[in-house]
């Protein structure tokens, strides 16, 4: 299994482009996530999923929107793009074990907005 | 509402020494707790969780935690550093659902990035 990847790992944008940043999972989970991870911020949640065809906003979702394509995939968009963005993002899905929701995360995309 | 405080940023200890990283959380209702670990350009790993039970739970790589309701507090231990334990650590709440609440969102603490001296 590989787990939750995500594309692309590196990208640099101007000020005002678009993009999308794109996250599957071959675990069969139900819950997906994005954070953004910023020096001495610890991972803010902007986006989650608890199930396909559900999407709700976290704790920074301005600036952002997502789609749950399927139950495999989670796509994060930026309409356009502010040098705020520049971050680490990660995405991360979720099964129940032993009643808590145990994340796994992908490796992250490391985003620049100049 | 849930928060976690994870105290000291940076945490330095010799090769051989114990090492012992703070997390005191908030939450009106029961609490499931978590340590996740990330090494350099890598995503996160769960080290441990404590969900019900025991109060002190052990995880992989020798760690173990304790979870001390009266303190409000989660701090991580292991007896003897390896230099290999150079990472950042995060510590999380969430909602146990016991309550009758979600409990599939995470709430992180800004991590402490720990140091180990040969």
């Known amino acids: 299994n590989a787990g939750v990847t995500q594309t692309p790992k590196f990208q640099v944008l101007k000020t005002g482009q678009s993009m999308t940043l794109q996250c599957a999972q071959d675990m069969n989970h139900n819950s997906m996530y994005w954070y953004r991870q910023d020096p001495g911020m610890g991972l803010r949640l902007i986006y989650y999923s608890a199930s396909e065809g559900t999407t709700d906003k976290g704790e920074v979702p301005n600036g952002y929107n997502v789609s749950r394509l399927n139950k495999r995939e989670f796509s994060l968009r930026l309409e356009s793009a502010a040098p705020s963005q520049t971050s680490v993002y990660f995405c991360a899905s979720s099964e129940q074990t032993g009643g808590a929701w145990e994340q796994y995360f992908g490796p992250g995309t490391r985003l620049t907005v100049t | 509402a849930q928060s976690v405080t994870q105290l000291g940023s940076h945490v330095s200890v010799s090769e051989g020494a114990l090492v012992l990283l703070r997390c005191n959380y908030s939450?009106?209702?029961?609490?499931?707790l978590f340590w996740y670990v990330q090494y350099p350009n890598q995503g996160l790993q769960l080290l441990l969780k404590?969900?019900?039970?025991?109060?002190l739970v052990k995880g992989i790589n020798g760690f173990e935690a304790e979870f001390k309701k009266s303190e409000t507090s989660f701090h991580l231990t292991k007896p003897s550093a390896h230099m290999s334990d150079a990472a950042e650590y995060f510590c999380?709440?969430?909602?146990?659902?016991?309550?009758?609440?979600?409990?599939?969102?995470?709430?992180f603490g800004k991590g402490t990035l720990l140091t180990v001296n040969p």
């Open positions: 939450s009106s209702v029961p609490p499931y």
């Open positions: 999380a709440v969430s909602d146990s659902g016991l309550s009758g609440g979600s409990n599939y969102k995470l709430t």
């Open positions: 404590y969900t019900t039970g025991a109060t």
